[in-house]
């Protein structure tokens, strides 16, 4: 049974770095063609693709946000870590990472956290 | 980056058959899943590889995708299928996923 839970700060200040932090079971992140992924949404918008990290440690990054976003991975520890820079009250979102068993053109997310929301504000 | 385009509200009435489309450049030759969003929860997979359902999602939910539009199609709608529907796509040029801008699907 796979699951996945997101961890980090619920509130942080503008200009600040974010960090989130994936837990997940159920799976491990060594086996071929599975990634993990970052999505987020704000407060009544849709779903924003961040940022992937591959069983290979191939990673992805929305372009939008590249220059911004660092996707790591612990297999040992069976956690995924996003960080965000230079944070910004429209980074205000509930942060979910999400399993997917494919790669390339069949890509999905078959499993989610729960979601973390994070609030940008002094 | 390539573009799905989605209707921001569908509604229908119990019983009858919602359709929810997902539009985009030649998207029948991509390969198009579909999340369910309720209120307050993560999103659920309810369609994958166009029409194919993953365990425990019931028969009503369907899908095809052909041409520049796929549409996710739910037979008999029931109060409980109120929710976001967002569809999902691989963008080959870009190597990443990309999700449309999501239906909000009002059962009257």
């Known amino acids: 049974q796979i699951t996945l839970k997101e961890s980090g700060p619920t509130l942080v200040k503008p200009t600040q770095t974010l960090t989130l932090t994936c837990t997940f079971s159920g799976f491990s992140l060594s086996t071929s063609a599975v990634s993990v992924g970052w999505i987020r949404q704000p407060p ?24 911004r976003l660092t996707i790591t991975k ?16 429209v980074d205000t979102a509930t942060y979910y990472c999400a399993h997917s068993p494919n790669s390339g053109s069949y890509f999905y997310f078959d499993y989610w956290g729960q979601g973390t929301l994070v609030t940008v504000s002094s | 980056s390539y573009v ?3 209707p921001p509200s569908v509604s229908e009435a119990p019983g009858k058959t919602a359709r929810i489309t997902c539009g985009g450049n030649n998207i029948g030759s991509k390969s198009v899943h579909w999340y369910q969003q309720k209120p307050g929860q993560a999103p659920v997979l309810v369609i994958y590889y166009d029409s194919d359902r993953p365990s425990g999602i019931p028969e009503r939910f369907s899908g095809s995708n052909s041409g520049n539009t796929a549409t996710l199609t739910i037979s008999r709608v029931e109060a409980g299928d109120e929710a976001d529907y967002y569809c999902q796509v691989w963008d080959s040029s870009g190597d990443h996923p990309v999700f449309g801008g999501g239906t909000k699907l009002t059962v009257l």
């Open chain 1, 44 to 67: 009544g918008k849709a779903l924003e693709w961040l940022a992937l990290i591959y069983w290979t440690d191939d990673k992805r990054y929305s372009p939008s946000l590249r220059s």
């Open chain 2, 4 to 6: 799905l385009t989605q």
């Open chain 1, 74 to 89: 612990d297999t040992s520890k069976n956690q995924v870590v996003l960080t965000m820079t230079n944070m910004d009250p």
